[in-house]
């Protein structure tokens, strides 16, 4: 088995976007639960790695490849952005808010 390492949660599939912004305007975006599926079983198959699951709860493992700072400033992005569906990521540009500039 190699040194491959997947973190992975069967709630992705709920990462289904409708659409990517392309060269032409919208396109299908390439990012599928069946994708993400796919990927899994084969990795599985082949043998060529292990599946872990992420530790949410565990934000010291964060920490560990992310700075503390972006950890709060994505925190506070995603609370200030209302539940109505499907986001484009211009949504989460930090210039729409004055306190995320030192993160651009």
């Given amino acids: 088995m190699s040194d491959l390492t997947v973190v992975y949660n069967s709630s992705h599939v ?7 912004l392309g060269h032409m305007g919208l396109e299908e975006h390439p990012e599928k639960p069946s ?3 796919y990927i899994i079983r084969e990795i ?7 599946i872990i699951s992420p530790l949410y709860e565990n934000i010291e493992v964060l920490e560990k490849v992310h ?3 972006y950890l709060t400033f994505l925190k506070s992005l995603a609370q200030s952005i209302p539940d109505t ?6 949504d ?12 651009l």
């Fill in 67 to 69: 700075d503390h700072h």
């Fill in 85 to 90: 569906g499907y986001h484009f990521p211009v």
């Fill in 35 to 37: 994708r993400a599926e």
């Fill in 14 to 20: 709920r990462h289904d976007p409708p659409h990517a």
């Fill in 44 to 50: 599985k198959k082949e043998q060529i790695g292990k």
């Fill in 92 to 103: 989460f540009y930090p210039k729409q808010d004055k306190r995320f500039t030192n993160y």
